[in-house]
T-cell receptor, first 111, second 115 residues
Framework: SQTIHQWPATLVQPVGSPLSLECTVEGTSNPNLYWYRQAAGRGLQLLFYSIGIDQISSEVPQNLSASRPQDRQFILSSKKLLLSDSGFYLC??????????FGQGTRLTVV | AQTVTQSQPEMSVQEAETVTLSCTYDTSESDYYLFWYKQPPSRQMILVIRQEAYKQQNATENRFSVNFQKAAKSFSLKISDSQLGDAAMYFC????????????FGTGTRLTVIP
């Protein structure tokens, strides 16, 4: 069966520090991978999606970047965090046209 | 551009009663999929139900069913015999058929179940 792992679960980082959130998927090949952000009390905003290794598309301009060095690994990064980067980050995978399956999420607080 | 609208920020229902959550969407596509996701306090996103646009029959999953009105671009979720464990945020989502087909989410409806 397929599983998705996302870590860390919580993270508190100072403004200006770097960020690396990692997501890995098991049990499937060549999935579509996604990074979403959920601000407090709001819906999910798509940040990045990837249809293959080194194929990343950004949905919104921002302080973040994403990379997919391996088929089932998706990394969300920032060189210098801003206060506005605080939020709940969710990684997801899907094999279209099926539904997306989500990781447990990372609660990021930038202080 | 695809948009998903959930006009009910909050809803409440008595335990064992029925509640309907509303969702409308805007698209020019003919091939698409619609989903309802549940996000409990743990914040794990859990798929509740899915509907293929080409299917006329409304999807059902145990106590959960949808009312899919394609012409009206409406996709409501009905929860029957509500249970305390149904309390959560519920998100409606849209996906275009084919390609990378990203999921577009509504802003969510917070459902409270009153014992």
């Amino acid at each position: 069966s397929q599983t998705i792992h996302q870590w860390p679960a919580t993270l508190v980082q100072p403004v200006g520090s770097p960020l690396s959130l990692e997501c890995t998927v098991e049990g499937t090949s060549n999935p579509n991978l996604y990074w979403y952000r959920q601000a407090a009390g709001r819906g999910l905003q798509l940040l990045f999606y990837s249809i293959g290794i080194d194929q990343i598309s950004s949905e919104v301009p921002q302080n973040l970047s994403a990379s997919r060095p391996q088929d089932r690994q998706f990394i969300l990064s920032s060189k210098k965090l801003l206060l506005s980067d605080s939020g709940f980050y969710l990684c997801a995978w899907s094999v279209p046209p099926n539904e997306a399956f989500f990781g447990q999420g990372t609660r990021l607080t930038v202080v | 551009a695809q948009t998903v609208t959930q006009s009910q920020p909050e809803m409440s229902v008595q335990e064992a009663e029925t509640v309907t959550l509303s969702c409308t969407y805007d698209t020019s596509e003919s091939d698409y999929y619609l989903f309802w996701y549940k996000q409990p306090p743990s914040r794990q996103m859990i798929l509740v139900i899915r509907q293929e646009a080409y299917k006329q029959q409304n999807a059902t999953e145990n106590r959960f069913s949808v009312n899919f009105q394609k012409a009206a671009k409406s996709f409501s979720l009905k929860i029957s015999d509500s249970q305390l464990g149904d309390a959560a945020m519920y998100f409606c989502a849209y996906r275009r058929g084919g390609g990378a087909n990203n999921l577009f989410f509504g802003t969510g409806t917070r459902l409270t179940v009153i014992p």
